[in-house]
């Protein structure tokens, strides 16, 4: 018997600390039974595991794949209302890999995916302070009072301060083109951050993450990366 948080890291899905947040987000089942206690033990060879509908099996060889995400895609390996998930997109991926962090439906670009559960924890974790570089097309003539104003911060709907550097790569009176640079990655945070300068977001592209780009990758298509680029991630969040 092992304990459901161990299996999942060993599943590559997340850390174990990660794994305790899928359980309280009612995320993991256990024989099509959701799991609702932390400590909850497991027979990993004879229980059925899922994460949101997924079957998840211990991995052997970690993988770490680049996704040039589009948009109106859901960032999940299964979605209840059918419509297209990001598993759309890797049927040539041998191994199942879990999406790092998350984008919204409506949000492309890069999307970073894996089975080496610690890694992925530890990039989305606030304090690694992990960069995400996102271009956004927005409502009106984004100001240099509006890049201020965002760089100081803004509270979010969950009373959370969210802030980002905010560079405007083109403006005029119907629409502006910027470019903003976040460490963490709260729900909607770019949308909240710009409707709060009443600019509403009109497309919003993530063009970097964590110094990886989306240079070579076509809209749609995916790459492994390469080996020097996982030791880079992972010297980032001091994981040896």
Known sequence: MIRINKYLSMCG???RRGAE????????????????????????????????GVLVEPVEHKIYVLLNKPTNVMTTLNDPFKRKTILNFLSDVPIRVYPVGRLDYDTEGLLLMTNDGDLAYR???PKYEVPKIYSADVEGQFTEADCKKIDTG??????????????IIKSDKSTSRIRLTLTE????????????????????????FAGLSLRGVQYGKWRYLKPDEV???KKMVDLK
């Not at 206690?37 to 990993?44: P, R």
């Not at 709260?186 to 970097?208: D, F, G, N």
């Open 21 to 52: 947040a899928l359980i309280l987000e009612k995320r993991v089942s256990v024989n099509d039974e959701i799991v609702e206690q932390l400590s909850t033990m497991i027979d990993g060879k004879k229980d059925v595991v899922k994460v949101d």
């Open 185 to 208: 990655g709260r729900k909607r945070e770019v949308k909240q951050l710009c409707a709060a300068c009443e600019h509403p977001v009109l497309r919003l592209r993530r063009v970097e």
């Open 13 to 15: 899905v997340t850390s």
């Open 154 to 167: 803004i509270k979010l709907e969950d009373g959370a301060i969210g802030r980002a550097k905010v560079d």
């Open 231 to 233: 030791d880079r991630l």
């Open 123 to 125: 990039l989305t974790h």
